[in-house]
């Protein structure tokens, strides 16, 4: 829901903002910033400005909703729906703003604001969806919902505000919206708790190497840049390994030295299982029941059922059925992939068997020796300016005829930060686009998509997005170098911003991607197709040096190598999510659980605890699920890689990279935001419902090698 009002200051703040000099903290945000398009001035704003910011937010909201509740006039559309759409401005520019910087570029000022604030805005929010009079208004204007003669647009929105305050609660008894409010404070502290001492374990748990020999099959500038990181963490004269959020380890694929890996791998794997004041455990636990609790009181038997309820595939049945036409198939293939691994180890040298911390490095070799290609061969032909302009961006131009003008002007929150302004194909204004790439200790783990300003007709809002991600920087006077994966990452990324540059709705609250989690992944699923496809490949994959565009063959290897690993990759995918439904199908009377034991009981049950084959991630360092608001949703990744395989097919059926067909996609999912409930968009587009089958193909499942 999007909330706004005219700024409401207490007599100090009035007197602190006469004195020019003595501008109060916060007051930056006490209006739209004046520059281009409101991008944020994060050349003024002062960690000290959010949390004064904040609270007047908070207050201005809660004046605008009173206002709306206590409205004499009868409930209308206009005087309770649109009003709470045009309600929370402040408070929404301010979160924006804050929740983009304590994600990208965090410092411990910005962690103990969250700390202060996060159950605040827990019971801020409570207190819009579980106020009692505001409802009776909203119930009011959807029991008329048919005499309303509504816009189609219109009556979408009053049906999702409608869905949206019962599902947070607002039918509750006046006892039991107490018991909610209280759940959710907990959950929001917790949640916040598991996000600090994750990105904290996470730096802490950075391999120090004090050898070099040890870090045998690195290249020299992955050392200088090792060497780098050891610098700034006061380590003259050794090398840290730092570590990605994930389960495996990029440079696992490359170091030569076992013992190296193992330690790297566990390093990753028990980061936050340390017993220390980083250790999430704990908050796992207290997590899981207080969700399972808050089920129970809404109704659902567990926390899966209830936050499904809103999702495309509306119940875990349905999602239990999805799942169970892919994992046997994926651990059937990783078994095979295990299988060619092992011969491959076997040749190298003394036998040992195959451990997760091998499967990378030796998988490799068995992709060069199928493909007669590697990543070392393939990186030259991925400098990520070159990857970004004459890729990401040239295939928004082909297929949507978007152009992108460089704003080095625009200030940033890092310096690493780089800013376009984004032209539609008449030329017309679009909106602004961040891209932050390099990964920082102070920067939340994984790639992610969001907004600083929202599309929206009713408050005259044009798009301001940024992507974040997580690639390892080079040293300095280094090429930029990624991999082909990380190519595909940004792919993916800018998929999630097209679908807010193109979003073209009225209502904040249907802008973009404001869209249920297994469907808001779809575009940025679908995008990852362009990476490879020929033309686009041909014209960003040139080698940094040479200037020479990718030889045909190699992108012959690449494209025939794409399914590739897919065993291993479809199976963590898989063991991550089924993990997420195991931890939130627990009923609320079960009792708080040993994570490790918990989560090996989990993988067993799903038949996801496939061999040297771990989940994405574990459970004691799941941002996505503990932290990232994807509880019970980690599936929407795979759900909507068969959404994203079904619309490729279409594409190829149809003519492929054409601007007709960029057009369709863009006028039927891309600029409708939630305007249309799923199952209608899809079909409009799709013209049958999902389809697992190309997926099953697409990605490797289906038949033999």
Not at 187 to 198: C, G
Not at 285 to 295: D, G, H, I, N
Not at 447 to 466: D, E, H, R, T, Y
Not at 509 to 532: I, K, M
Request: proline fraction near 6%; charged fraction near 20%.
């Amino acid at each position: 829901m999007s909330l706004t009002h005219t700024l409401l200051l207490s007599a100090a703040w009035c007197v602190m903002a006469a004195a020019p000099a003595l501008a109060a903290p916060g007051d930056i945000f006490a209006k739209p910033s004046p520059l281009f398009l409101h991008a944020p001035q994060f050349d003024k704003i002062q960690d000290g400005d959010y949390q004064p910011a904040l609270e007047a937010g908070m207050a201005q909201q809660k004046a605008e909703i009173a206002a709306i509740a206590d409205n004499p006039e009868a409930p209308s559309f206009n005087n309770t729906i649109v009003a709470l759409e045009r309600s929370g401005q402040l408070l929404n520019r301010v979160e924006a703003v804050f929740s983009g910087v304590t994600g990208a570029n965090t410092n411990p000022a910005l962690q103990a604001i969250e700390t202060a604030v996060a159950p605040k805005l827990a019971a801020h929010n409570d207190a819009i969806y579980l106020n009692a009079k505001l409802f009776a208004r909203v119930d009011s204007v959807y029991a008329k919902r048919d005499a309303l003669k509504l816009d189609a647009e219109s009556r979408q929105l009053l049906k999702v505000t409608y869905d949206a305050f019962v599902h947070a609660g607002a039918k509750l008894s006046e006892a039991d919206r107490g018991k909610l409010r209280a759940l959710n404070e907990q959950q929001s502290v917790l949640t916040n708790a598991f996000k600090q001492r994750l990105l904290a374990a996470t730096k802490a748990g950075g391999l120090v190497i004090d050898d070099k020999a040890k870090l045998a099959g690195l290249s020299d500038s992955q050392i200088a840049a090792l060497a780098e990181a050891a610098e700034a963490r006061g380590l003259t004269g050794k090398w840290v390994i730092p570590l990605q959020n994930t389960t495996q380890q990029p440079l696992l694929t490359d170091l030569a030295d076992r013992t190296v890996r193992e330690a790297l791998f566990n390093a990753g794997w028990t980061r936050t299982e340390r017993g220390d004041a980083n250790d999430t455990r704990e908050i796992v636990t207290s997590l899981a029941k207080l969700r399972a609790e808050k089920a129970r009181l809404l109704g659902y038997p567990s926390y899966a059922a209830y936050n499904v309820s809103n999702q495309m595939v509306g119940t875990p049945q349905v999602v239990d059925d999805f799942m169970r036409q892919l994992a046997p198939a994926a651990g059937a293939r990783a078994l095979r992939e295990a299988a060619d691994i092992q011969k491959v180890i076997d040749a190298d040298g003394p036998h040992f068997d195959l451990k997760p911390w091998d499967w990378q490095r030796y998988a490799q070799q068995v992709k060069k020796a199928r493909y007669d290609l590697s990543d070392d061969e393939t990186k030259p032909y991925f400098e990520i300016d070159r990857v970004l302009n004459d890729g990401v961006l040239y295939a928004a131009n082909q297929l949507y005829g978007l152009t992108f003008k460089p704003r080095p002007d625009l200030p940033v929150w890092h310096p690493d930060v780089k800013v376009f302004e984004v032209h539609d194909k008449d030329g017309s204004l679009l909106g602004l686009m961040y891209f932050d790439y390099w990964k920082r200790d102070n920067k939340g783990g994984g790639a992610w998509m969001s907004n600083f300003v929202g599309q929206s007709k009713l408050m005259g809002a044009k798009p301001v997005i940024f992507n974040v991600a997580n690639f390892t920087k080079p040293a300095p006077g280094q090429p930029a170098l990624i991999s082909s994966d990380d190519a595909v990452t940004m792919f993916h990324e800018f998929g999630h911003a097209l679908h807010g540059l193109f979003s073209n709705v009225t209502y904040p609250s249907l802008s973009g991607t404001r869209v249920a989690r297994d469907v808001v992944e779809f575009p940025s699923q679908f995008n990852e197709n362009w990476a490879f496809e020929p033309k686009i490949l041909a014209h960003y994959a040139v080698h940094y040096k040479t200037g020479a565009p990718i030889p045909q063959a190699l992108a012959d290897k690449l494209k025939a190598s794409s399914q590739f690993n897919k065993g291993y990759d479809m199976g963590e995918l898989i063991a991550a999510a089924e993990l997420d439904l195991q931890w939130h199908s627990l009923g609320p009377d079960a009792p708080k659980q040993d994570v490790d034991a918990f989560e090996a009981q989990a993988l067993k049950a799903a038949g996801a605890d496939y061999p040297n084959v771990p989940p994405r991630y574990r459970s004691s360092y799941y941002q996505h699920i503990f932290a990232g608001g994807y509880a019970a949703g980690y599936y929407a990744y795979l759900w909507t890689e068969m959404l994203a395989d079904d619309a490729w097919d279409w594409f190829k059926a149809n003519g492929g990279l054409t601007r007709a067909n960029g057009q369709r996609f863009r006028d039927l999912v891309l600029s409708k935001g939630h305007t249309l409930d799923y199952g209608p968009m899809w079909r409009a587009f799709y013209g049958k419902d999902p389809d697992i089958g190309p997926m099953l193909k697409n990605r490797g499942l289906a038949g033999a090698d």
